[in-house]
């Protein structure tokens, strides 16, 4: 089983299972930023629609009390005469500029030379990104997985275009797996994602399970899960390695029961979920995909559990946490990196 990268078994058997390991841990990170970057479209893109499709602008509203406005007419224009809309356009404006400003002068706070047509072209590319958002989910005629469609195009094609300039390592196969996952999520949205965008929080709610169980699976691969070392450090330093490792393979049959357990319930012939056909609320999804994130989650934590207890057995440091100067030189490492 794998050990850590500052283990001096990085060849042969365990350097191979080791590197196998990391491919997972990355795609586990893709997938969970991937899920977070879509839960947070898929509500804001909700708030968004109530807020264009509500004849009465809140910050209108809110403007109004603020001001003590008490003329009828003018209370009217911000409220529900478009005041108030004009003024949240102004604000957006505001940020986006100020935002990328912000950007840049952070750049030169580096050294750098702040460049202001970077200012004035992210501005208005902002600005328009902005505004072809609010169309599109303000357009009624416009189903919601055409929007969806468009930005998992633009955002695969954006990454492809950033792997092709930088080439980092494996850059190859990283390039293979975006297309991938690209035509992937253009899928989904063409099959499964329904009309409006009422549905938002309940696909939010399937994505943070999976994001979940794959971060407690990812904490396992950097030794950041909770630890009782209470035990290991009370017996002698020759039996440590022994009683840490059988905590690991009590950890394992544990996450393996777990797993089991839910895999019954959700592919049981006559009574499990996937028999039952339970689709989630508002949609076309399968309701058993949401819980199999529970299956995938404590699989793997079993896997990597397992390589604890090797790990322990074999005086190697896998799934124990890093010390502080590690993570200060990685980050070190990753700043000078192109």
Not at 79 to 92: N, P
Not at 115 to 124: F, K, Q
Not at 171 to 178: I, P
Not at 288 to 313: C, K, M, P, Q, T
Request: net charge neutral.
């Amino acid at each position: 089983m794998p050990e850590s990268t500052n283990s001096p078994q990085t060849n042969g058997f365990f350097g191979v299972v080791r590197r196998l390991d990391d491919a997972l841990y990355a795609v586990e990170a893709a997938v969970v930023t991937v899920f977070v970057s879509l839960m947070t479209v898929m509500v804001s893109a909700d708030v968004l629609q109530r807020r264009i499709a509500d004849p009465k602008s809140k910050i209108g509203a809110l403007l109004t009390r603020m001001l003590g406005i008490d003329d009828p007419a003018t209370a009217h224009f911000f409220e529900e005469g478009g005041g108030g809309t004009i003024l949240a356009g102004v604000v957006l404006l505001f940020l986006i500029v100020f935002g990328f400003y912000s950007a840049e002068a952070g750049r030169a706070r580096r050294g750098e030379t702040f460049d202001r047509n970077r200012v004035v072209v992210g501005s208005a590319l902002g600005v328009i990104a902005a505004g072809a958002l609010a169309y599109l989910v303000g357009n009624p005629e416009i189903e919601s997985r055409v929007l969806f469609t468009v930005i998992f195009v633009l955002a695969g094609l954006g990454y492809v275009a950033l792997l092709v300039r930088r080439k980092p390592a494996y850059w190859g196969l990283r390039l293979a797996a975006s297309l991938v996952a690209t035509a992937a999520l253009v899928a989904f949205a063409i099959r499964f994602i329904p009309e409006g965008y009422t549905w938002s929080k309940k696909v939010s709610l399937l994505l943070l399970m999976w994001v979940a169980f794959l971060g407690a699976s990812m904490c396992a691969h950097d030794g950041k899960h909770l630890r009782l070392e209470a035990l290991a450090r009370l017996v002698p330093a020759s039996i440590a390695p022994y009683v840490e490792a059988l905590g690991a393979l009590l950890t394992v049959l544990l996450c393996a029961f777990f797993a089991w357990l839910v895999g019954v319930e959700i592919f049981a012939p006559d009574t499990g979920l996937r028999a039952m056909g339970e689709l989630v609320e508002m949609t076309e999804i399968p309701a058993w995909i949401r819980i199999f994130s529970a299956v995938v989650g404590f699989s793997i934590l079993a896997v990597r559990y397992l390589g604890v207890a090797g790990s322990a057995l074999s005086g190697g440091t896998y799934g124990k946490p890093k010390s502080e100067l590690d993570e200060v030189l990685e980050s070190m490492d990753a700043e000078v990196q192109p």
